[in-house]
Antibody, heavy 118, light 117 residues
Framework: QVQLVESGGGLVKPGGSLRLSCAAS????????MTWIRQAPGKGLEWVSY????????YYADSVKGRFTISRDNAKNSLYLQMNSLRADDTAVYYC???????????WGQGTLVTVSS | SYEVTQPPSVSVSPGQTAIITCSGN??????ACWYQQKPGQSPVLVIY???KRPSGIPERFSGSNSANIASLTISGTQATDEAVYYC??????????FGGGTSTAGIFGGGTKLTVL
């Protein structure tokens, strides 16, 4: 079955960096667009970044553009999110999510919490 | 920027029908989808491409989209349906990509808390 397992979250100071990873299994990873969605505590969902199956098409929300970098390694069935210059408003649970092929998100990981605080 | 709007809350009695709406001025030309999120859990896709149900989602969940309003209908609502529901549409904009061109990304409504009284 499809599994997405995030790791790499934690507590970081403002201005610091973190790298999130997502290990995918149970499907042909290289066939699917992948997405990072985040949810601040008690808030709604925000589309952060996506990457096409080949890695050539990439999108960033305005709120993270220039600070976050999405990447993938299809040989390792892994998705990454490099987060630099972190701010307090980046505090959220970050979900690794598969795009089902028609702008809908059909499988979600359990999420990893990123807390930006001094 | 493009936005889609949901009511913050909807209440329904057990066994009755709950309808949650999502409005956006481009919805008529798009497909919408819906996610259910229970406390402490990841969201779950319940409706995609306006009216399709993923496997494992009960038949009491249905969707529609017309006149710039997408709707999620839960028939015979059960206590286990109490959750926050998010609609999601998509927005195409011109952006710098590796090869130039447009990018399309999802946008979420603010979520609707469904309470089963």
């Amino acid at each position: 079955q499809v599994q997405l397992v995030e790791s790499g979250g934690g507590l970081v100071k403002p201005g610091g960096s973190l790298r999130l990873s997502c290990a995918a299994s149970g499907f042909t990873f290289s066939d699917y667009y992948m997405t990072w969605i985040r949810q601040a505590p008690g808030k709604g969902l925000e589309w952060v970044s996506y990457i096409s199956n080949s890695g050539t098409n990439i999108y960033y929300a305005d709120s993270v553009k220039g600070r976050f970098t999405i990447s993938r390694d299809n040989a390792k069935n892994s998705l990454y999110l490099q987060m630099n210059s972190l701010r307090a408003d980046d505090t959220a649970v970050y979900y690794c999510v598969r795009d089902g092929g028609g702008y809908y998100l059909d499988y979600w990981g359990q999420g990893t919490l990123v807390t930006v605080s001094s | 920027s493009y936005e889609v709007t949901q009511p913050p809350s909807v209440s329904v009695s057990p066994g009755q029908t709950a309808i949650i709406t999502c409005s956006g001025n481009k919805l008529r030309q798009q497909s919408a989808c819906w996610y259910q999120q229970k406390p402490g859990q990841s969201p779950v896709l319940v409706i995609y491409q306006n009216d399709k149900r993923p496997s494992g989602i009960p038949e009491r969940f249905s969707g529609s989209n017309s006149a710039n309003i997408a709707s999620l209908t839960i028939s015979g609502t059960q206590a286990t349906d109490e959750a926050v529901y998010y609609c999601q549409a998509w927005d195409t904009r011109t952006a710098k990509l590796f090869g130039g061109g447009t990018s399309t990304a999802g946008i979420f409504g603010g979520g609707t808390k469904l309470t089963v009284l």
